[in-house]
């Protein structure tokens, strides 16, 4: 049970002889003072009950202004349903003005995904710090064409750095450590609108790579109200103000013969071109597993003729039957078993098994390689749609259309909400859409 009190603060006594008071915060032999601006002379102080003797000039006043501090620190430490430390509910108490650095804070959370080996994470929010540092630093005296180029020079210069044998990405989390550029309270609807037309003209972004942006520095926001690090009517997103709307494009799949063409295309056995054909085909025949968990599959994975695997994504386990054609790849596959390191495919085979950041690393790059070589499949084809990592995942949306249950859907894609599911798949059925304008036009 936490302690309160108002007490005086008798080592900071000023020349007068007057002493501070202060709001003592103590719980589990923790303790927090918050000043409460007033001096009084300790003969006028009763400090058994923590109020004014009548013998201050102005008693009646002071303690009903003690009564209301204290009230106020009750209302905070015991009326919420956060669990408050001494420390948190001083700033809480004090209604921070979010004079803290919002670098500082979102180094402290990617820090702590780094920590955790959520690199993927990591690595997209960082992307977001630069992105903030190059609006901040941003001169418009500059033309467009000149603040694209250092922009871009700057950008390369990390991924040089990144490339470097000696590298860390902890480098890249530590350079914000200590930033004080950017203030909570700096930002307002105001610096929201501006950075994201920052995106769209010099980063030349699209909407959902800027909304992505904006749910993380909301999210940072109520990380920093809970934490008292800023008082809520200073957030962004409240009300009427910045409202994020996660807008979703076209979703266009392959259909049958499209990937008829892929399934038949002769390449050379063992190119780095024919693990790319093998690798989208067995995403497509599980039902869209994401290229990265694809390259991931270990042949421990495989029992009773079934997957067993953990999405990286969500970490949600997912159990599926091994179609027939996917088995025929995973036989071509068990040739060279001894050779990728307990891996079904060899990408991540150089990469060093208890290394988490390695693997990671080892992964985004083979998906980048793996995005460049379905290029070239998808002209060796002939096809007239984009050919990547994801669309192996909208083409099986494409063939399901409206003939299989939502639910199983739902289990298939490994989706938290069936809702998603509903929204994921709406893009690929038109059959009453199509028949309710043929009803129309072709009368």
């Given amino acids: 049970m936490a302690s309160i009190k108002v007490v005086l603060r008798r080592n900071m006594m000023k020349k007068d002889g007057t002493i501070p008071l202060a709001l003592r915060i103590s719980e589990n032999y923790k303790t927090n003072y918050s000043w409460l601006g007033q001096y009084v002379l300790e003969k006028d102080w009763d400090s058994d009950k923590g109020f004014a003797k009548k013998s201050h000039p102005n008693y009646s006043r002071l303690n009903n202004f003690i009564l209301k501090k204290l009230n106020e620190a009750n209302n905070v430490y015991f009326a919420t349903e956060e669990s408050l430390t001494p420390k948190l509910a001083k700033r809480k108490l004090k209604g921070a003005n979010g004079s803290r650095s919002f670098f500082e804070l979102a180094y402290e959370r990617i820090k702590g995904k780094y920590d955790s080996g959520v690199f993927s994470v990591a690595k997209s929010e960082i992307s977001t710090l630069n992105n903030l540092e190059e609006f901040l630093n941003l001169k418009i005296t500059s033309t467009k064409y000149q603040v694209v180029k250092d922009i871009r020079n700057r950008r390369l210069d990390r991924i ?105 295309l002769e390449l050379l056995d063992n190119s780095i071109i024919r693990h790319t054909q093998k690798v989208w085909l067995t995403s497509f025949y599980f039902a869209g597993i994401r290229i990265s968990d694809v390259l991931k599959l270990k042949w421990t994975d495989f029992k009773d003729n079934r997957l067993y695997y953990t999405m990286n994504k969500n970490e949600k386990p997912v159990s599926l039957k091994i179609p027939i054609k996917a088995e025929a790849i995973l036989n071509e596959y068990k040739k060279m078993k001894r050779f990728n390191k307990g891996y079904v495919f060899p990408f991540l085979s150089i990469a060093d098994k208890n290394d988490a950041e390695d693997i990671f690393i080892k992964t985004r790059n083979a998906t980048k390689l793996l995005n460049t070589n379905l290029k070239k499949i998808a002209k060796l084809c002939e096809l007239e749609k984009p050919l990547t990592n994801h669309i192996a995942r909208h083409s099986f949306g494409n063939l399901a259309g409206d003939s299989i249950h939502p639910l199983m859907l739902q289990k298939l894609y490994r989706h938290s909400d069936l809702k998603t599911t509903l929204n994921y798949q709406a893009n690929f059925i038109h059959k009453d859409a199509d028949d309710a304008l043929d009803s129309v036009i072709n009368f």
């Fill in 160 to 264: 040089r750095k990144s490339k470097n044998p000696d590298y860390n990405f902890i480098e890249s989390i530590n350079h914000f450590k200590n930033s004080k550029k950017l203030k909570f309270r700096d930002i307002d609807e105001t610096f929201i609108g501006k950075y994201k037309n920052f995106c769209t003209v010099y980063l030349k972004q699209k909407p959902r790579t800027i909304t992505n942006q904006l749910i993380f520095i909301r999210t940072l926001f109520n990380v920093a109200i809970k934490n008292g690090v800023i008082d809520k009517k200073y957030y962004p997103f409240a009300d009427k103000k910045e409202k994020i709307t996660i807008k979703s494009g076209n979703k266009i799949g392959l259909n049958r013969e499209e990937i008829e063409k892929i399934e038949n």
